[in-house]
């Protein structure tokens, strides 16, 4: 086994053939130093170097570690810890780095995102492409994402298998989610978590099952008001804004739709007021009556359309009953405008 000394960390300060003078020079420079590099050195545990106190920077990816210990010598000044690549399988032993920021854990074999409940201070997680059994998904614990929810603002969770990403509805900071390659498929679930992510800029979803439904692009555009790259492509705020419009104006004719579709609309006759109940009705000199049936309700027409509707009827019933006046409430036909008692003849001739 590999071992994360003093003694390998020493090594890789010192020129080839060059010695330390003592072991005080040596300490000395330990005491000072603010990264280490043990990257790629087949290291499988991680020894106590208490001697690395100022160390804020370790570098400790593609290497053979199972577990994560004695890294509690670094909790001053540490706030950045690379250990992709590795063996691990659980996340632990991290709470006492209570200034760290940026933490990599991708390429393991994670299976539930734990343990951050005191990273207050994390700013960016990697936990991608974790090497999980088929059928296996990353899970996240609720409790560590509501811990790290007012300082995230980076997190790759691409090619982990995911179904579903209700959970990070929390992270009201994130700024970048690259969830790339999982198996998500449920387009509103997706647009639903976005809209709760007030300050989401940049969103990765490419290799997911839910790229291939309708609407998809436009969907997530619609639902997220800060985002401006998806997939890779740019989101510009009058593309948005040109489509929140479009589905504004969707939902408004839908709206208007069910509503005359039950009759629950009030249309409008010719002067503009609405009536409730009954068609208007047209009465002839010889005192028929037309329309006004009870169960039926016109639908209201735009200005325009309704005077030409109005007009068409008029001269349908000039033809069949001669010249006519119009009263507000109802329709008089007959033969000699100027004879006929009780019509207005100043108001509403045709």
């Known amino acids: ?33 603010t990264h280490i590099y043990a990257h790629g050195k087949n290291i499988d545990v991680i020894d106590p170097i208490p001697e690395c106190r100022n160390v804020s920077v370790i570098y400790l990816y593609d290497n053979s570690i199972n577990c994560l210990e004695n890294l509690q010598h670094f909790d001053s000044k540490l706030t950045h810890l690379y250990l992709h690549d590795n063996k691990l399988s659980k996340i632990d032993n991290l709470s006492t780095l209570r200034h760290l920021k940026k933490l ?57 298998q995911l179904q579903a990403i209700s959970d990070l509805a929390v992270l009201s900071c994130l700024t970048q989610l690259l969830a790339a390659h999982n198996d998500l498929a449920d387009l ?33 555009i619609v639902a997220g008001d800060a985002l401006e790259s998806l997939d890779d492509k740019e989101v510009t705020t009058t593309s948005r804004q040109f489509l929140k419009n479009w589905v504004a104006n969707k939902e408004m004719q839908k709206s208007r739709a069910d509503l005359v579709r039950r009759n629950t609309l009030p249309a409008l006759n010719y002067d503009g007021h609405s009536y409730e109940g009954s068609l208007p009705k047209f009465t002839t000199s010889k005192g028929s009556v037309l329309g006004g049936s009870s169960s039926y309700m016109m639908p209201a027409f735009p200005s325009r359309q309704r005077d030409s509707v109005l007009i068409r009827s008029a001269q349908s019933a000039r033809k069949a009953h001669g010249s006519f006046s119009m009263d507000p409430s109802v329709f008089r036909f007959g033969g000699d405008l100027t004879k006929e008692p009780g019509i207005c003849q100043s108001e509403g001739v045709l």
Do not use: F
């Open 104 to 160: 990599y854990l991708g390429y393991n074999q994670i299976t539930v995102v734990e343990g951050l409940e005191n990273l207050t201070n994390l700013t960016e997680l990697h936990v991608e492409s974790q090497r999980l059994a088929p059928g296996e998904t990353l899970l996240l614990d609720p409790r560590s994402l509501r811990a790290i929810a007012e300082s995230l603002q980076v997190l790759n969770l691409a090619g982990d």
């Open 188 to 220: 509103r679930s997706v647009t639903d978590v976005v809209t709760q992510l007030p300050c989401l800029r940049v969103l990765h979803l490419e290799g997911n099952p839910v790229c291939r439904q309708k609407k998809y692009r436009e969907s997530i």
């Open 1 to 33: 086994m590999v071992h994360l000394t003093t003694d390998v960390i020493s090594k890789g300060l010192l020129l080839r053939h060059q010695k330390w003078s003592s072991d005080e020079e040596k300490e000395k420079l330990l005491s000072k130093l």
